[in-house]
């Protein structure tokens, strides 16, 4: 089951399962630290000297900046963007077509990504980033230069890009490579769901990528990179007119019998984040808290033989394998009623959640989730037949600890 399916199944959940608040129900879980994104380095060649801050000598001045008049913000002095085939930027040129690989490259003019996007300002993140727009215009269609900064696209640079004085992109990547990924909002909750950069974004599937390129023909891609505008105190400044940006552009030549093939490889970039993330984030071992859980003798709702058939029942519905389960400890009642503004009870909730381990048939991989146990008032101080719900606080564990 995909992780959509997943997120759906905890949509569907939700309005009962908030029913109470959950503080104190759950484990003290392993944070998962944000990872660093590591790009490959360009080799050093022969005619590079020691003390180059850029290994990579270009084989020509080739660029396409933005139309004169068009200024954007506040140009980088000596900031060049260029476009290439190859990840390090090498051998640039103005013109590609839809069958080709493409990166940028973004020249600071020996200023560091630190120093020129104004990085030492963002103190309150936990990884650096910058913004990085793309625009798609049609045939015909004439770039504005009020066509940029809009759009939610903070983009992560890692401590080790930060330093450089040159910054490589992905534009439209090989969809195994992703090297460039961005975010709706500079924060750890959202930068844990990154998305990736560049062309591939503009779609998400065959109509929408149709939509985008309707028809054969050269497309301009209008490439601006951009950061916030800080004073001398380190406070931003409002105003797009004063954001630090570098602008190009390059001719995009597409063919209708490439279009497929485009939205197969944005369906592989997408995959080659979420087995990363997967890679990632994977319990290599059991946790710890998993051998810390309550036993309840005395309630029989929980004993292993009515227990695990119910957890069985209620997971198959997505084609799910029971594989171990765990109820958390809690040394409170066993039981909460929960009531309307009349007085009169609606249900009854089991004060600790029950952790499952199971497995996901179609993709191999092994969960842990939580979920609930409620039972329905029934009237005259009873109860019905109890059921379970969720499945929250989703984590990858490798199958083969599991035992």
Not at 84 to 102: A, C, L, Q, V, Y
Request: hydrophobic letters at 35%; aromatic letters at 12%; one cysteine or more.
């Amino acid at each position: 089951m995909c992780r959509f399916s997943l997120l759906l199944i905890a949509t569907i959940a939700v309005a009962s399962f908030f029913a109470r608040s959950a503080a104190g129900q759950f484990p003290s879980l392993p944070k998962i630290d944000l990872p660093k994104v590591f790009k490959k380095e360009s080799p050093p060649t022969p005619n590079a000297t020691p003390n180059d801050p850029d290994p990579v000598k270009r084989t020509s001045d080739s660029s396409s900046p933005v139309p004169d008049g068009e200024v954007r913000g506040k140009p980088i002095q000596g900031a060049r963007i260029t476009f290439s085939n190859n990840p390090d930027g090498s051998n640039p040129k103005t013109s590609f077509g839809s069958s080709e690989f493409i990166y940028g490259r973004l020249d600071l003019g020996g200023k560091t990504v630190y120093e020129a996007f104004g990085l030492k300002n963002q103190t309150d993140v936990p990884i650096y980033y910058i913004h990085y727009d793309l625009k798609i215009y049609k045939p015909g269609e004439k770039p504005y230069a009020g066509n940029w900064g809009g759009s939610f696209n903070q983009t992560l640079v890692t401590k080790e890009d930060a330093k450089k004085t040159y910054w490589t992109f992905d534009v439209l990547p090989d969809p195994t490579k992703i090297s460039t990924m961005k975010s709706m909002l500079a924060d750890q909750k959202d930068f844990e769901r990154k998305s990736v950069a560049g062309i591939y974004t503009k779609w998400y599937n065959a109509d929408s990528a149709r939509s985008t390129f309707p028809q054969s023909g050269t497309y301009t891609i209008d490439v601006t990179i951009w950061g916030e505008a800080y004073d001398d105190w380190g406070k931003p400044i409002v105003g797009s007119d004063v954001k630090p940006t570098a602008s190009a552009m390059f001719a995009f030549q597409f063919s209708g019998t490439d279009g497929q093939m485009l939205v197969a490889n944005g369906e592989k970039a997408n995959k080659t984040l979420e087995s990363a993330k997967i890679a990632r984030e994977m319990h290599r071992t059991m946790p710890d808290w998993w051998f810390k859980g309550g036993t309840y003798p005395a309630e029989p709702k929980l004993s292993a033989a009515r227990l695990v058939p119910m957890i069985k029942g209620f997971i198959a519905q997505w084609n799910l394998t029971y594989l171990k389960h765990m109820i958390v400890k809690t040394d409170g009642p066993l039981w909460g009623i929960k009531k309307n503004d009349l007085g009169i009870p609606t249900f009854k909730d089991l004060s600790p959640y029950i952790y499952i381990i199971y497995k996901e048939p179609k993709e191999s991989l092994c969960n842990i989730g939580a979920v609930y146990m409620r039972q329905p008032y029934a009237g005259a101080g009873s109860y019905g037949e109890p059921f379970l719900g969720g499945i929250r606080d989703v984590e990858y564990i490798d199958c083969a600890v599991v035992k």
